[in-house]
């Protein structure tokens, strides 16, 4: 999948227009819309600041990592679900809290595993 392609269907996926991403990007609709369609790329600036706005990786967003998307959905469903009535800052917060628990979480079974 191309990375047009493949942002343009990560933007729907979360439910936000153009207009929303470019807005939290500091763009014009205009200039986010070329890249959805492939006749521009994003800084590498603007490449990190997409992956936490649709709240993937640099590497899943530009094609080079084919992480699943279930433990990505599940994640955005916890958020999604408990982070109405939020400010943005709290929004902020609470996901990178929530990304920070579940990789500690995944880390203890992993070490679990490990040690039967």
Same mark, same amino acid.
């Given at each position: ?7 343009? +269907? &990560?933007? %729907? ?5 153009? =207009?929303? $991403?470019?807005?939290?990007? *500091?763009? @014009? /609709? ?15 600036? +603007? &490449?990190? %600041? ?5 709240? =993937?990786? $640099?590497?899943?967003?530009? *094609?080079? @990592? /084919? ?31 929530l990304i920070e628990f579940m990789e500690e ?12």
């Amino acid at each position: 999948m191309e990375f047009s392609e493949r942002l343009k +269907n &990560l933007r %729907k996926k979360v439910g936000l227009t153009q =207009v929303d $991403v470019a807005g939290k990007l *500091g763009i @014009s /609709q205009q200039a986010y819309a070329s890249w959805e369609r492939g006749v521009k790329k994003p800084t590498q600036d +603007n &490449l990190v %600041k997409i992956a936490q706005i649709l709240n =993937v990786s $640099v590497d899943y967003l530009v *094609g080079t @990592s /084919q992480e699943t998307s279930d433990e990505l959905d599940n994640i955005e469903l916890l958020f999604r679900m408990n982070s109405k009535g939020l400010t943005e800052e709290e929004k902020e917060i609470f996901k990178k809290e929530l990304i920070e628990f579940m990789e500690e979480r995944k880390k203890v079974f992993e070490d679990n595993k490990n040690e039967i």
